[in-house]
């Protein structure tokens, strides 16, 4: 046996491959794939690829180390033996059924699906489909590959009813022939270089053994095709009800089949045949041997089609075996696997003949019976309770009894019929009635010419005839005497009652056994003595066979029955439980009893003598008899599936195995178990069992049926054994006390409930005392009952008798709950208490004890009606308090509805939070324009904000009116799409306010985004912000027309068509009107809320914050574009100087926050000519100012303009500087000055460096001297004087501050080096100010700083405010 498996195994290989042949493969439900040595019986290795039921392995024939596995799921697995390593692939999503590796390709493996589809892959190209072969409509139940490389063998012609498929012949791309084998009746050939198939066979209706099969009916089919070696045009398969076809595949016409077996009869197969394996032998002829779901191996010569042997295996535990008493050496086997074998032992042609009967038995045969005159006529028992009667000559099905029994028939018997069968005309009834034993201790007698009719239960005659009024025990085994004249019937008690027919009237009770009885035997009567015809032997679980002598009593039977307490003789020696026995047809008073200790003895009864001991079969025996024709030679059958012939004259042993060797071999056998047991139970297709007799030479005529597959078990009743082929027998554990016992026994501890509490401890624990005293508690009972006053000192259910409360009247009762109360309070187990008040009907009592226990439950709650409405009132109060305790809020509040206090439910939720649950309750039960809705909505939502659930919080507020509230709490988040939410929230819920602000918000965050599409999306919502519209526009205007000149891109999220970068000769300001009038419907002419006026006023309500270095790019463009959107309405308005008043701010913002290069782009995008008096070239018009403000914005926008000619000018021309100067004097200096002061915005003072180096090339093409303004530089000199005292005073603080608070630590020093650095530039106050702080010099510097700061800003506010802009 190769032991490992886990469940199932699905698929088996060897390797065919020299050196490796020794080594298969298996794979297995349990998932796994294993190899494994066949020589030593031990697992190589195991792999657990695959996650699902793996369904077929193969080795390949032409790879020795490829093995190819595929699983339920449709994953394919290539093992490879010698590395270890795996692949897997998945070609289709589909239930693999079989699949095979080409024996010429290596990487080539035909896979068949359940559904029908077969798909050829290539495992070298990870698993690649080459073909899909369609046709087949069902299970694809095996694959097999033409033995030929090519494809040139088969020239298949027209085919009737099947129109013309085209020849291969040779010279075509190489390829092979595949067969197929499918569910749905056919056989096909593929060509697997076409990929399409060459030829369907359909397996043809055959007559089998003259009864015929109906088309119409599918029959239970598995088509297993098979190519022999040797024959490349012949396919051997599968047919119906275990037939073989050799198929002819160059024959034409329908007939191109012949059975195998045809030249004689039950040469066949009697079920479906599931596997075919050819061997060439060395003379040259061909083999094929087949296995079938009969469990029989045969072999076949396939040159004559004939078959050679068959080998019966055995797939289960042999429980009964029995031979005809009609038909010489007809023997009987019940098995394990469902099936009963009929042997013809003396047959001299076929060592094995036998046949085999499944119909009609779903379970195990536990009990066979061969009719003691009617030849052929078998009944059997089995582990369902089925009871039916076979006729073994005939192909008909069973009768099957109508009555059956609750558990496992143990044992059949046949004798004369007993009342009710009995009466009646004597001609009309049978002379045997069948009697059947089961688990649940019940005897039927079924009349076996009509086992349609019920079955009558022998008990209720033995109770009418011996006026039995007490309970009998449960049967367990009954025999008839051969004369028909008494039967004995063995008790689970372990009591024997002999009982004379036909009444059954009782003549005897064999009290010797004290465990339950397993087997009875009568002495054979004929050709013995007299004397030894009323020998009765039994066996019981206490392993000591005992024989009686009931001949004085049979033959003068007493007028009442007789008590027997000593056997005739007593045969020891078996260490364990006594199943079978049978006496010796042959000789007197030879007994052979066989034992759950794993042996069979011969007994010399008189003498009670042990003559012989048979240890050949691994585990326990069930069953045993003598052959009718050998009177040394017995049949034994057991767990080991195994049935065996041996003889008695050739043991070594004359008595079962005992002592301490029988102990020291069980606890070996106990630690052999504990290993082997995991493994055995699950496993479902063990080897052959040993063919052993008695280890020595087996003599003519002995046989033995060996048991193969181990399937139709329970595994549960496996116990795992040594491995000699003649194993010690004293090794097998004594477990069972009858054969379905095992099944509880064997099962883990795991499963086992923990036993309840008991409601009556104290009563209970007194059954617990010795047997004396419970002895003596009989006799006191007993006196209590019968006297009408009870024993001195004796008070039922109080003091020392306690427990006979329990068995006495009422008050005896009560006293003993009394006691059992107090018990139970002090042990603090209150619930019994409640429960010992309830029984003794103390309803109310028992709710207070529960009450003020805080023991209340649902079951006490349901019976507290029965008390009272005021008392189930009271407890549903109660018990919602101990709920609440308890945390159990949700059914405290259900409680409370179910006295209608609702609001007090609502509150419960509300005050632990269950927000939820209190609305869905209120909602339910409620008016909609209930006050507490609109409360429980706000307090839900308030705790929601707190732990920013906003969108869960917004839903409560719309819930409860406060729209406002929702669309403030999800414009919390600040995101995007949540302010776009609460802006669309708000403008549905009528907030038009609060929808514009939130629209603009998430306007701005869009825009600054670059995501320019969805914020005028946002803001197309409201009619009202048309001037933010056009702002962004502006803005996105502005963004892609200065996008070249930012030092960094900015990419960006979306834009419209009209912003795309057009003509670069328009202005900006001209592509602004031209976009606002063509998208945006605003002109100069345009009235309502598109009027240029309204527009512009609303607009100007809009603050610019003063610029700053700090302001991000994409800012300081979305406040340049502001002031741009209100030049151009200017323009539309025709206001030339609020126009050049925001044109020069949106230059100045930039500008300002430090963005020179981008003020200066956009300074050319305004003025492409460089004059800014000129507006628009496309709408013509001139500015004119009147305003002086106007005026000086004008001006200073002209030298802004000049200036960056200026800039550009210079660096045109560093060229020629780098060559005339150099390069400190012209390229630094001046370079680094210019810069410094472009960034600085120094515009006037910048040119008195600029302009001597300029002095000498071209001349400048405009006027320079509007850079020259002196109020201008002074202006900035003061503003810079300021600045550097501003300086010079925070560096003082701070050394200051450090003077008082001990030393800066480092980090401030480093920081505060830089602010030092800075403000020792070149001043009118020179180095010594910067060192202010040392010595007494720190007052009077303080006071100059002071004092100049003072004039200084005297000086700036002296200034016009035209110089300030």
Excluded at 102 to 119: E, L, N, Q, R
Excluded at 756 to 763: A, D, F, G, H
Excluded at 992 to 1011: E, F, I
Excluded at 1262 to 1281: K, P, V
Aim: charged share 20%; glycine share 6%.
């Amino acid at each position: 046996e190769l032991v490992g498996h886990k469940d199932f195994v699905s698929g088996f290989s060897f390797c065919q491959h020299a050196g490796q042949s020794h080594i298969c493969v298996s794979s297995s439900n349990d998932g796994s794939v294993r190899f494994w040595d066949s020589d030593n019986k031990v697992l190589i290795k195991e792999h657990a690829a695959h996650q699902s039921p793996v369904a077929a392995v193969h080795w390949s024939p032409v790879d020795k180390n490829l093995v190819v596995s595929g699983d339920e799921k449709g994953i394919v697995v290539c093992h490879w033996y010698h590395t270890g390593d795996t692949a897997s692939f998945f070609p289709e999503p589909r239930t693999i059924f079989c699949l095979t590796c080409s024996p010429h390709t290596w990487s080539s493996v035909a896979v068949g699906y359940k559904d029908g589809m077969i798909v050829l892959i290539d495992v070298s190209k990870k698993g690649e489909v080459t073909h899909r072969l369609r046709g087949h409509d069902d299970e694809i139940h095996s694959l097999e590959w033409s033995p030929l490389a090519s494809e040139d063998a088969l020239y298949s012609r027209p085919e009737d009813g099947e129109g013309t498929t085209s020849g291969v012949s040779a010279g075509d791309e190489k390829g092979c022939y595949l067969a197929s084998g499918s569910k749905d009746q056919t056989v096909r050939i593929w060509s697997s270089a076409k990929g399409k198939g060459v030829m369907t066979l359909k397996l043809p209706y055959v007559k089998k053994r003259g009864s015929a099969v109906d088309p119409g009916v599918k029959e239970r089919l598995w088509l297993h095709v098979h190519w022999p070696k040797g024959r490349p045009t012949q396919l051997v398969s599968s047919c119906f009800c275990g037939e073989l076809v050799m198929w002819d595949l160059t024959r034409t016409g329908k007939q191109r089949w012949t059975l195998f077996g045809t030249s004689s009869e039950g040469q066949n197969h009697s079920r479906i045949i599931f596997n075919l394996s050819s061997v060439h032998l060395q003379d040259d002829r061909e083999l094929l041997v087949s296995t079938s779901m009969d469990r029989e191996i045969k072999c076949w010569d396939l040159a004559s089609l004939d078959c050679c042997w068959t080998l019966p295996t055995l797939g289960g535990f042999v429980y009964a075996l029995t031979f005809s008493p009609v038909g010489a050496g007809c023997l009987a086997l019940g098995v394990g696997d469902n099936m009963i074998r009929v042997w013809n032992t003396l047959t001299t042609q076929n060592q094995y003949d036998t046949r085999s009967f499944w119909q009609g038995i779903k379970s195990k045969v536990t009990a066979l019976a061969w009719h003691p005159k009617k030849e052929g006529s078998l009944s059997f028992g089995t582990d369902d309770g089925k009871v039916g009667i076979y006729d073994v000559f005939s192909n008909k099905p069973p009768q099957i009894s109508s009555s059956y029994h609750r558990k496992t028939v143990y044992t059949l018997a046949w004798g004369p019929p007993v009342p009710p069968m009995s009466f009646g005309a004597a001609g009309g009834k049978p002379s045997y009635s069948l009697y059947s034993c089961a688990g649940e201790g019940v005897i039927l007698q079924h009349d076996p010419s009509k086992l349609s009719g019920e079955a009558s239960d022998i008990d209720k005659l033995i109770r009418d005839t011996n006026n039995i009024k007490h309970k009998l025990s449960p049967h367990t085994d009954l025999s008839w005497k051969p004369d028909g004249k008494v039967v004995a019937i063995g008790n689970e008690d372990g009591c024997i009652d002999v009982y004379q027919a036909p009444s059954l009237k009782l003549l005897c009770s064999i009290q010797q056994h004290h465990k339950i009885i397993n087997t009875l035997r009568w002495h054979y009567d004929h050709s013995s003595p007299p004397e030894l015809h009323c020998l009765l032997a039994s066996g019981s679980s206490n392993a000591t066979v005992y024989v009686h002598d009931l001949r004085s009593i049979i033959e003068n039977p007493p007028e009442s029955p007789v008590v027997l307490t000593e056997p005739y003789r007593r045969l020891c020696g078996h260490t364990a439980k006594i199943t079978g026995m049978a006496w010796s047809p042959h000789h007197d008073a030879r007994l052979v009893t066989v034992s759950y200790d794993g042996t069979a003895q011969v007994w010399e009864v008189v003498q009670e003598e042990a003559v012989s001991n048979y240890r050949g079969h691994v585990g326990y025996l069930l069953c045993v008899d003598w052959s009718p024709v050998d009177p040394d030679v017995i049949w034994t059958g057991g767990k080991d599936f195994t049935l065996q012939e041996w003889r008695v004259s050739k043991q070594q042993f004359k008595k079962p195995p005992k002592g301490k060797k029988m102990v020291d071999l069980k606890e070996k056998m106990k630690t052999n178990t504990k290993q082997k047991k995991k493994n055995k139970k699950a496993s479902s297709a063990g080897g052959a069992a040993p063919l052993e007799m008695n280890g020595e030479t087996v003599t003519g005529g002995e046989k033995a049926a060996m048991g193969q597959e181990l399937s139709g078990e329970d595994e549960e009743d496996e116990v795992s054994s040594t491995n000699s082929p003649v194993p010690p027998p004293a090794t097998f554990e004594m477990q069972r006390k009858s054969s379905t016992a095992t099944k509880s026994k064997d099962k883990p501890d795991l499963l086992k409930k923990k036993k309840p509490r008991s409601m009556l401890p104290i009563s209970t624990s007194m059954d617990h005392r010795p047997k004396e005293d419970l002895l003596q508690d009989c006799i006191t009972l007993a006196s209590v009952k019968h006297s009408s006053a009870p024993p001195a000192g004796c008070v039922p259910g109080q003091g020392e008798h306690i427990h006979l409360g329990l068995f006495s009247d009422r008050p005896a009762l009560y006293r003993m709950f009394e006691a059992e109360e107090e018990g139970h309070v002090e042990a603090g187990h209150y619930d019994s208490v409640v429960y010992l008040r309830l029984w003794s009907g103390d309803l109310e009592g028992a709710l207070q004890l529960a009450t003020e226990k805080g023991e209340l439950n649902d079951h006490l709650l349901s019976i507290a009606p029965m008390a009272g409405f005021e008392v189930w009132s009271r407890t549903v109060e109660a018990f919602i308090k101990q709920l609440c305790l308890q945390e159990q809020y949700l059914k405290a509040a259900s409680h409370l509805l179910s006295i209608n206090k609702l609001y007090e439910a609502v509150d419960l939720l509300c005050s632990h939070k269950l927000y939820r649950e209190a609305i869905a309750l209120v909602k339910a039960r409620l008016p909609a324009d209930e006050p507490v809705l609109k409360e429980l909505y706000t307090c839900w939502a308030a705790v929601l904000e707190k732990d920013g659930h906003f969108s869960a919080a917004a839903k409560c507020y719309l819930a409860a009116g406060a729209s406002f509230d929702a669309a403030k709490v999800i414009a919390r988040k600040n995101d995007v799409s949540s302010l776009r939410t609460a802006a669309s929230l708000a403008r549905i819920s009528g907030e038009v306010a609060l929808a514009q602000s939130l629209a603009l918000r998430c306007a701005k965050d869009l825009a600054l985004a670059q995501d320019w599409v969805g914020a005028q999306e946002v803001l197309s919502s409201q009619e009202s912000l048309l001037v933010h519209k056009l702002h962004l526009c502006v803005a996105e205007l502005l963004a892609v027309m200065l996008a070249d000149s930012q030092a960094e891109s900015q990419s960006c999220v979306s834009s419209h068509p009209w912003a795309l970068p057009g003509e670069c000769h328009i202005s900006i300001q001209d592509h602004v009107r031209d976009v606002w009038e063509e998208q945006f419907g605003v002109s100069q002419t345009s009235a309502g809320h598109r009027s240029v006026g309204a527009l512009l006023q609303e607009l100007k309500s809009l603050e610019s914050p003063t610029p700053t270095a700090n302001v991000p790019l994409r800012q300081v463009q979305l406040y340049s574009s502001l002031h741009l959107t209100r030049a151009v309405l200017s323009w539309l308005l025709d206001d030339d100087g609020q126009l050049i008043k925001e044109l020069w701010q949106a230059v100045a913002w930039l500008r300002d926050a430090g963005h020179v290069c981008v003020s200066a782009a956009l300074c050319r995008l305004l003025f492409s000519d460089g004059d800014v008096s000129v507006c628009s070239r496309k709408h013509p018009k001139t500015l004119h100012h009147t305003e002086e403000e106007a005026q000086a914005a004008a001006s200073s926008l002209q030298a802004f303009v000049h200036y960056q000619h200026l800039y550009d000018h210079w660096w045109s021309n560093s060229i020629q500087i780098q060559n005339r100067f150099s390069l400190s004097a012209a390229d630094s200096s001046p370079g680094d000055e210019v810069e410094d002061k472009v960034v600085n915005g120094d515009v006037s003072k910048s040119e008195e460096s600029v302009c001597p180096a300029t002095r000498t090339f071209d001349k400048l093409d405009f006027d320079a001297s509007l850079l020259l303004s002196e109020h201008h530089a002074a202006c900035q000199a003061t503003q810079r004087s300021v600045r550097e005292i501003q300086e010079r005073l925070a560096a003082m603080v701070l050394q200051h501050s450090r003077a008082q608070g001990g030393q800066l630590d480092s980090g401030e020093k480093e920081a505060y080096a830089p602010t030092q650095s800075s403000t020792t530039r070149e001043s009118s106050d020179g180095q010594g100010s910067a060192d202010a702080g040392q010595g007494p010099e720190y007052q009077e510097t303080l006071l100059s700083l002071s004092s100049k700061m003072s004039e200084h800003q005297k000086q700036l506010a002296d200034l016009p405010d035209t110089i300030k802009v």
